[in-house]
């Protein structure tokens, strides 16, 4: 008997014996409705649409902000959903996305993004904007949210100050507002991150050149005036007006006197950076009470104005190889002291090429670094999936882009105490007319894509002279230490000495006439630069 009736006959019974029994209640109508998926504030929290607390848990995945203008990684088999659903299933709500003004304005794709296998996007020909819709639609898709980075104005380098001599203010806001308005109505993207680490000169409250506080002001109002939803993300800054310095972007002691207050409120939420001793030697990592001195130091810098309700906290990166002790502490203290106050955090970085602080995965750029997951576990149990409405609109597609054309590469500040920075530093590309190799059964050419301190990613465009069962291909280099990931070959290394590649899987055999794409990436400290091949 089905329970509703069953509930009837029980009922009907008990009032022939004499009973009493309660009338049914009404059916209660739901009163709550469902999150849209827009994120606002209120005092030092992070609240969803129907005001409960929600945490902020990102994975940053890097590369747009670089010449290739691609997120790492598309260059092999990997595709943007195995990157993201890679993401999702580690236990993370969000993607913190960089991106540079310069790679906005490109007309292509400069890296050597492998189109074939992520075919299913039909990139081939498109712009960086356009693989930027991609991937924030395919992260809905995955049920990720994300933040948009301006991570440096060019793609060379990063930018002490959020303005250059090539890429003024008036750019910044420009851009700003074009990326509000394109995703308004796609709660998708939560968040503008305004500029990655001001340090350097970079003040708050200073002068009107350096004043990172009154650039803030006027960069998150123009954001909000284009898309009232998005929470404000503003980082802090090297050189503190107390004397302390701290990481690039780490500093927000000065919150406390001068907060940064918006036309639309409730929407800034503070993000520092924090990084351990073997990215730099900070004085704090030789304190003889070290690794308890840390939640002091954070309290003064920036973890304060969450605890006093100023405004919600995200961490906007952290991350470590956690190969050394000092870093093993720092992780386990950073990861506890973040569970405790119910921070939210972005941490640096999914991709395999971070150089100093390695990734979430490893060279494959899909099996997961255990031991860094098992390091964050604490803070990515329980993780909501962010809920949209479903009459959100659907992403609307803008065809213009920026159209501005780079005339100088902006010269970053030096600073009276360097910080090593967590993303990898692209350096000069090889020649954009390499000379093509020939020798046995095949010609080749080999091209530098993109490089960083500590590694870079090459394509080799091999043509067969004749049909051939096999061919290899070789060339010198004086820092190769080993082949991380490579498609389309095998490789092998002697190291510091040469790298030898021999085609494998769909480019084993190759036909007279045919042309395959292949490539790799390599951990070296110095790119060779048009290497002489060895063809076989």
């Known amino acids: 008997m089905p329970?509703?009736?069953?509930?009837?006959?029980?009922?009907?019974?008990?009032?022939?014996?004499?009973?009493?029994?309660?009338?049914?209640?009404?059916?209660?109508?739901?009163?709550?409705?469902?999150?849209?998926?827009?994120?606002?504030?209120?005092?030092?929290?992070?609240?969803?649409?129907?005001?409960?607390?929600?945490?902020?848990?990102?994975?940053?995945?890097?590369?747009?902000?670089?010449?290739?203008?691609?997120?790492?990684?598309?260059?092999?088999?990997?595709?943007?959903?195995?990157?993201?659903?890679?993401?999702?299933?580690?236990?993370?709500?969000?993607?913190?996305?960089?991106?540079?003004?310069?790679?906005?304005?490109?007309?292509?794709?400069?890296?050597?993004?492998?189109?074939?296998?992520?075919?299913?996007?039909?990139?081939?020909?498109?712009?960086?904007?356009?693989?930027?819709?991609?991937?924030?639609?395919?992260?809905?898709?995955?049920?990720?949210?994300?933040?948009?980075?301006?991570?440096?104005?060019?793609?060379?380098?990063?930018?002490?100050?959020?303005?250059?001599?090539?890429?003024?203010?008036?750019?910044?806001?420009?851009?700003?507002?074009?990326?509000?308005?394109?995703?308004?109505?796609?709660?998708?993207?939560?968040?503008?991150?305004?500029?990655?680490?001001?340090?350097?000169?970079?003040?708050?409250?200073?002068?009107?050149?350096?004043?990172?506080?009154a650039a803030a002001t006027r960069g998150g109002n123009a954001v909000l005036a284009a898309n009232p939803n998005l929470l404000i993300i503003i980082e802090g800054i090297e050189n503190q007006g107390n004397g302390t310095s701290t990481w690039w972007g780490g500093g927000l002691a000065d919150v406390k006197n001068k907060p940064v207050t918006l036309a639309t409120p409730n929407r800034v939420v503070y993000s520092p950076h924090d990084y351990p001793a073997s990215l730099f030697a900070q004085k704090w990592f030789s304190d003889p009470t070290y690794p308890n001195n840390l939640p002091a130091v954070w309290d003064a810098n920036w973890g304060y104005i969450q605890k006093q309700g100023i405004a919600p906290i995200l961490l906007g990166e952290f991350g470590t190889a956690l190969q050394t002790t000092s870093d093993q502490q720092w992780m386990a203290k950073i990861v506890s002291y973040l569970g405790t106050n119910s921070m939210s955090f972005a941490y640096w970085a999914f991709n395999s090429n971070s150089g100093i602080t390695g990734g979430l995965v490893q060279a494959d750029w899909r099996t997961p670094e255990a031991a860094k997951l098992a390091a964050l576990a604490p803070i990515l149990k329980n993780t909501p999936s962010p809920t949209v409405s479903p009459t959100a609109s659907p992403l609307p597609i803008v065809t213009a882009s920026p159209t501005a054309t780079v005339t100088a590469t902006p010269t970053p500040t030096t600073t009276a105490t360097p910080t090593i920075t967590a993303s990898p530093s692209p350096s000069a590309t090889a020649s954009a007319s390499p000379v093509p190799t020939s020798g046995g059964s095949i010609s080749a050419v080999w091209k530098l894509t993109s490089s960083w301190t500590g590694g870079y990613v090459a394509n080799i465009e091999v043509t067969g002279l004749r049909a051939a069962a096999g061919w290899s291909v070789s060339w010198p280099d004086a820092n190769v230490t080993r082949v991380a990931n490579s498609w389309g070959i095998t490789c092998t290394v002697i190291p510091r000495v040469s790298v030898t590649c021999s085609g494998s899987d769909w480019a084993t055999k190759i036909a007279a006439g045919q042309k395959l794409s292949v490539g790799l990436q390599v951990d070296s400290l110095m790119a060779p630069v048009n290497p002489v091949l060895t063809l076989k």
């Not at 303005?163 to 796609?186: F, G, H, N, Q, V």
């Open 3 to 213: 329970a509703a009736l069953l509930g009837i006959a029980v009922a009907a019974g008990l009032a022939f014996a004499g009973v009493a029994v309660a009338a049914p209640p009404p059916a209660i109508a739901a009163t709550t409705p469902a999150p849209t998926g827009w994120l606002h504030t209120s005092g030092g929290t992070i609240l969803d649409s129907n005001n409960a607390p929600y945490t902020i848990k990102a994975a940053s995945w890097f590369g747009m902000e670089t010449p290739d203008c691609m997120p790492h990684g598309l260059w092999g088999t990997l595709t943007i959903d195995d990157a993201l659903a890679n993401i999702k299933s580690m236990g993370f709500n969000t993607v913190r996305l960089p991106f540079s003004n310069e790679c906005l304005a490109a007309t292509s794709i400069k890296g050597n993004l492998n189109y074939w296998a992520n075919r299913a996007y039909g990139l081939e020909g498109k712009t960086p904007l356009i693989l930027m819709d991609t991937v924030i639609a395919r992260a809905k898709a995955n049920g990720l949210q994300v933040i948009l980075d301006r991570h440096r104005p060019s793609s060379a380098d990063q930018s002490p100050l959020w303005y250059t001599s090539a890429y003024p203010e008036s750019r910044w806001i420009a851009d700003w507002k074009m990326l509000a308005a394109r995703y308004k109505t796609d709660p998708t993207v939560i968040g503008a991150d305004l500029h990655n680490e001001p340090a350097g000169a970079a003040t708050w409250g200073g002068a009107a050149a350096t004043d990172w506080q």
